[in-house]
Antibody, heavy 122, light 107 residues
Framework: QVHLVQSGAEVKKPGASVKVSCKASGYTFTRYYMHWVRQAPGQGLEWMGIINPRAGSTTYAQKFQGRVTMTQDTSTSTVYMELSSLTSEDTAVYYC???????????????WGQGTLVTVSS | DIQMTQSPSSLSASVGDRVTISCRASQGISIFLAWYQQKPGKVPNLLIYPASTLQSGVPSRFSGSGSGTDFTLTISSLQPEDVATYYCQKYNSAPFTFGGGTKVEIK
């Protein structure tokens, strides 16, 4: 069965960067795009971007352009999300969420990682 | 970018009530809309895609409808375990924006 296992909670200082990992298993890693979604405390879901694990191509939400980098390691079936220049506004739970394919009409998500809490505090 | 607007932002209803949640896209998205349920402290759970197909394992009291710009999630008979926040998401093209969420409580 499909599993997405994320790295553990992080505490960062303002201005630092954080890199969250999401290790996939139970399916062919390169056949399904992966989203990153975040949720600030008490707030809604915010889409950050998507990566094609086969090609490494990415599309980022405009809000995060220049500050987020999504990468993949096909040898370990792991995707990464790195966010730089952190502020307290970036304190949130970060989720990876697998698309249901790699083409039109498949960009919804039945499988989500458990979430990684990133706390930004001085 | 297309904006997704949910209403109401919260509601309180009695067990057994019919509950309706609206999601409106600022431009047409055909039927490429998904609904998620998120219980407190839990990961979002896919309920419905595209627009009206129930995900496997989701109780039949949940249903979805709509196309273009206007979509609806209906719970035909609200149960205590349905207390959660519900989100719509467009997935026709990037950015794959979520609605702001609707918090459902029991009266």
């Amino acid at each position: 069965q499909v599993h997405l296992v994320q790295s553990g909670a992080e505490v960062k200082k303002p201005g630092a960067s954080v890199k969250v990992s999401c290790k996939a298993s139970g399916y062919t890693f390169t056949r399904y795009y992966m989203h990153w979604v975040r949720q600030a405390p008490g707030q809604g879901l915010e889409w950050m971007g998507i990566i094609n694990p086969r090609a490494g191509s990415t599309t980022y939400a405009q809000k995060f352009q220049g500050r987020v980098t999504m990468t993949q390691d096909t040898s370990t079936s792991t995707v990464y999300m790195e966010l730089s220049s952190l502020t307290s506004e970036d304190t949130a739970v970060y989720y990876c969420a697998r698309s249901e394919g790699s083409g039109a009409g498949t960009y919804f998500s039945a499988y989500w990682g458990q979430g990684t809490l990133v706390t930004v505090s001085s | 970018d297309i904006q997704m607007t949910q209403s109401p932002s919260s509601l309180s209803a009695s067990v057994g009530d019919r509950v309706t949640i609206s999601c409106r896209a600022s431009q047409g998205i055909s039927i490429f809309l998904a609904w998620y349920q998120q219980k407190p402290g839990k990961v979002p759970n896919l309920l419905i895609y595209p627009a009206s197909t129930l995900q496997s394992g989701v109780p039949s009291r949940f249903s979805g409808s709509g196309s273009g710009t206007d979509f609806t999630l209906t719970i035909s008979s609200l149960q205590p375990e349905d207390v959660a926040t519900y989100y719509c998401q467009k997935y026709n093209s990037a950015p794959f924006t979520f609605g702001g969420g609707t918090k459902v409580e029991i009266k």
